[in-house]
Structure formats: C-alpha cells, structure tokens
C-alpha cells in the first residue's frame, strides 16, 4: 500500500472509496465532508444523520454510494468520537479501522480526509502520523505460509491510500509526518513479522542475518567461542541444552554529526522457550516462539533509526539462542558465574531469560552507553498484573522510567511502572551462591526486575516486560490481535524525544 498526498478538493478525488469523518452529535457537517455532503445534496445530513442516525461515535461507520456525483466511487463516513476527547491517539485507531474496513470492501485505491487537521485543529504533521501508523499497523497481516489463493485475496488489495489536502500551506508538514509515520509503522511489522515466524524459521542464526541486513546499521555477531571467552556463562548455560548454535548479536547506529547521547536497546532473544529441564506443560508452551519478541522489537528498532537519523549513538544487543532440554542442558542446582563476576544458582531453568539478560546488559554498559533499556516477554506474573493491556516498566533512574512512560503513551503504548523494592532481593538469595535466578511465587515480574539490576553498575537503566504485550488475543485499538511489535514505537518515540 502506498500512502501519497494530493492537492485537490474532496469533491473531486477519483477513486474507489472516500473516507470523510464526522464528530460525535453534529448534524450539519462542515469542512470536507460538508463540502462533499453539499455536493451529494446533503445526502450526509438529511438522511444519513437525520433518518439513519448516524451518531458519528468513535468508528461508527456508514458506506454509501455517490451515483457518479462526484468522481469517487463510494463515501465511507467514520465517526471520531467526542471532540473534546480527539487526539493523535484517535486518529490511529480510526485510520486502522477505516482500512481494515476499505480492505473488506475490495477497494483498491482509497482517498481520505485528513482526520484533526480541520476542526480540532491538531497539527497537521501530527495527523498525518498518526493516520499513516494506524493504516499500516491495521493494513498489516501475515499470511505467507497460506497456500490458498483465496484466504489471501480479500486482503492486502489496496493499492494506494492518498491523504486529500486543498491548503497548500499544510502539504510539507503532511508529507513529513507520513513520511515518519512509514518508518515507525514498518518498523512496528518488521518485529510482528519476526514474531509470527515459527520458531523452525526463527532461529538464532535467523535473528542474526536479519539483524546483519539492516542499511545504515553496523552488525557484529559474535559465536560461541567468542561468547565463552567473554565470558558470558550464564547466556551459554541457557543455550546448551539446545542443537541450535547461539548468536550474540550487535548492531549499532552513528550519528553522523553531534552525539547527544549513547543508548542501548537490549532485546531477550530466547527464540524458542521449552521451559528447558524445567520444562513447561504444554499449554504454556505452546506461544513460546514468541519469547523472542523482545529481540523482534530491537531489530525493527534499529530500522527505524536507520531510517530517521537522530543524533544519538543507539546499540541493539540481543544474546540469542533457544531454551530447550537437551542432555547438555543446565540444571536446577547449577551454579554459573556471570561475565560480571557474580554467581547465580539455578532455581529454575524456565527463569532462563534474566541470564541471558544479565550477560547482555553488562556487555552492553562495556559499550559505554549511558542508558540501558532491555525489552523482554519476560514473566507471567506481569501477565497476572498487567493483562495484555500494559507492559510492565521498572529501573534504577525514577526520571529515566517516568520518559520512557511519557513516549510510551504518545507513541499508542502503554507502560506501566512496576516498584523495584531493595527488600526484593531478599527473595533471590541462594544458600550457596551470590544469588539465584527465580523468587518465590509473590510480585514474580520485580524480583526478575531486581535480579536483572545486579547487572548493572552505573548506567541509567530501564526493564520492560512485554510478556502480556506481545502477542495479543483481541484487538486493542488500532493494534489487530497477534504479534504487536510492541515497545518499538514506544522506544523509537523515546529516542527521538532525545
Ligand atoms: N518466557 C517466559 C515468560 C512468558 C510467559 C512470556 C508468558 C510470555 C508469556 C519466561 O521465560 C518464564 O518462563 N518465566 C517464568 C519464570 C519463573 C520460572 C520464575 C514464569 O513467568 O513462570
Ligand atoms: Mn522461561
Ligand atoms: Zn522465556
């Protein structure tokens, strides 16, 4: 789908399907679709309105035909909701739905009214952004292990999607924002993309070359050996019950001019979790492909700051392998000393993402970053507390969480802050080592939060579960049920906001 902007008026666009817009209890329409309702003999306010009731509640949703008065083949008029209550985060979630709708209609070229940019009088960057964002996030599927030609052919027809605009003063700044709106969008599929791959395909080897194949990113990938004499044993322990060779990955973005500051982004690549000896029923185990997700968002991440350029050096750190139960597998009991000196007991090889974690982090903070933010499906218990409504943030920097929350919410995620009590540790003390790798059955999402601290000495670091985020089961918002990306638009607005 291609998304262009045109200067003309409504009432002239050529096109399959005109969408125009109407706030919640207006009766007579101005701007666009006043003018498109004028040219329609008020069609839209006598009787859509009128006689069909039309509220014009958010995504309500009303098609009918235009019998040749004006060149568009059909109208689609979408309800914004309360006027008072529109915002960027609206115009996302309507423009998903406007497409899933258009695509349902088998339209293949679909013209629309810039939603905010007239009465509610957002900016029209913004708008644009959001509008471009919520139709490729909503126009997004993944069907390319569907052999039927049918399943896919009511889908994925639209061909171009074109943003009307008649004042010429707004076409930059509109064009701008879809422009940004395209990368973080596409970015946001690239992670669902890897996410929905099974975990045959998405291996850590998989996981490496996509990382290796991004433009404008550095990428180095170190192999066991290389890892081993790192020094990083509590990665490799997970790794080794697994046939699949680990890769740590390391991709990195410089800016070409200022640095304002030095990030790492440090994603959990466990592209299968078995649970390992510990092994998971299967019930559980059964979206395990997704415990890669957090190594999904890093890599459509760094495309998206490939594709915007900001003036801050950002690292994408993923120790990837798979977690499984193999003969070399490590034990419960075990005993592995961390790249950073610190010992940790084995209480329970299914609390395997914190050690591969732990191993990253420190190697990330010897990069000299001065932020760290690791992003992993990384306990149940955040599901229990959050559902899949919210990720769960914690850290070490109150200022640091309470930004990352800020872009979160502006970019349409949720984070929600979860405490890292000192009295946590408590529950992570081993009789025979530093500490181990799992608490008890009490606030499971901050005592893997305060383990994973252990391995941080003096950056400014944040933790983000998106164990209930990552994969949905029901459509929230503009964000259609299965793999999400999730964190990616959230971190890229974070970077950016640098
Ligand atoms: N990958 C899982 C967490 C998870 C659960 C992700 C549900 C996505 C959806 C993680 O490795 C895990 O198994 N955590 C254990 C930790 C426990 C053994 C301390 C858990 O949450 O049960
Ligand atoms: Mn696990
Ligand atoms: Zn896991």
């Not at 009766?27 to 306010?45: M, Q, Y």
């Not at 078995?274 to 890093?298: F, H, Q, T, V």
Request: proline share 3%.
């Amino acid at each position: 789908m291609k998304i262009t902007v045109k200067k003309i008026s409504l009432t002239e666009a050529s096109c399959d399907l005109l969408v125009v817009n109407l706030f919640e209890n207006v009766k007579s329409p101005g701007g666009g679709t006043g003018a498109v309702d004028k040219a329609l003999d008020n069609l839209i306010s006598d009787y859509i309105i009128k006689k069909e009731g039309f509220k014009g509640k958010l995504n309500e949703m009303y098609v009918l035909p235009t019998h040749g008065k004006i060149p568009a083949d059909k109208i689609l008029l979408v309800g914004l909701g309360k006027s008072e209550e529109f915002n960027p985060g609206k115009i996302r979630e309507v423009s998903s739905k406007v497409i899933k709708k258009a695509g349902s209609l088998k339209a293949k070229t679909v013209c629309t009214i810039l939603h905010g940019a007239g009465t509610a009088g957002l900016e029209a960057f913004e708008c644009a952004r959001a509008l471009t964002e919520g139709a490729i996030i909503g126009n997004y599927d993944f069907d390319k292990y569907k052999s039927k030609k049918d399943d896919k052919e009511d889908k994925k027809k639209i061909e171009t999607l074109q943003i009307i605009e008649i004042e010429e003063s707004k076409l930059d700044d509109i064009q701008q924002g879809v422009e940004k709106g395209r990368i973080i969008a596409l970015a946001t599929n690239i992670a669902r993309d890897l996410i929905y791959e099974p975990a045959c395909e998405a291996t850590p080897t998989r996981l490496a070359e996509a990382a290796q194949s991004i433009n404008g990113i550095e990428c180095k990938v170190l192999e066991k050996d290389e890892v081993e004499k790192m020094g990083m044993r509590l990665y490799l322990a997970v790794s080794r019950g697994s046939a699949e060779p680990p890769k740590f990955i390391h991709m990195k973005y410089t800016p070409q001019g200022e640095c304002r500051k030095k990030v790492a982004i440090v994603g959990k690549g466990v592209t299968f979790d078995s649970g390992g000896l510990d092994l998971k029923p299967p019930s559980a185990m059964r979206m395990m492909k997704e415990d890669m997700s957090g190594s999904a968002a890093a890599i459509g991440i760094m495309n998206a700051i490939a594709g915007l350029k900001p003036d801050v050096e950002v690292h994408g750190i993923i120790a990837a392998c798979e977690n499984m139960p193999g003969s070399r597998a490590y034990k419960p009991g075990d005993v592995i000393k961390a790249m950073n000196g610190k010992t940790v007991e084995i209480d329970n090889t299914d609390a395997e993402g914190r050690l591969t974690l732990a191993d990253a982090i420190h190697y990330a903070e010897n990069q000299g970053v001065e932020e760290i933010i690791d992003i992993a499906t990384l306990t149940g218990a955040c599901v229990v507390a959050l559902g899949q409504l919210a990720s769960g943030i914690m850290g070490n920097d109150r200022e640091f969480v309470n930004a990352l929350v800020d872009s979160a919410e502006k970019g349409g995620e949720r984070f929600w802050q979860l405490p890292l009590y000192d009295e946590f540790k408590d529950d992570i003390k081993s009789d025979v080592a530093d500490m181990k790798n799992a608490g008890g059955r009490y606030a499971g999402a901050s005592t893997a939060g305060i383990f994973l601290k252990e391995f941080v000495s003096k950056a400014k670091w944040a933790h983000i579960d998106i164990a209930g985020t990552a994969y949905i089961d029901k459509e929230i918002k503009e964000m259609p049920k299965g793999a999400t990306g999730s964190g990616v638009r959230a971190i890229v607005n974070y970077i950016l906001s640098l």
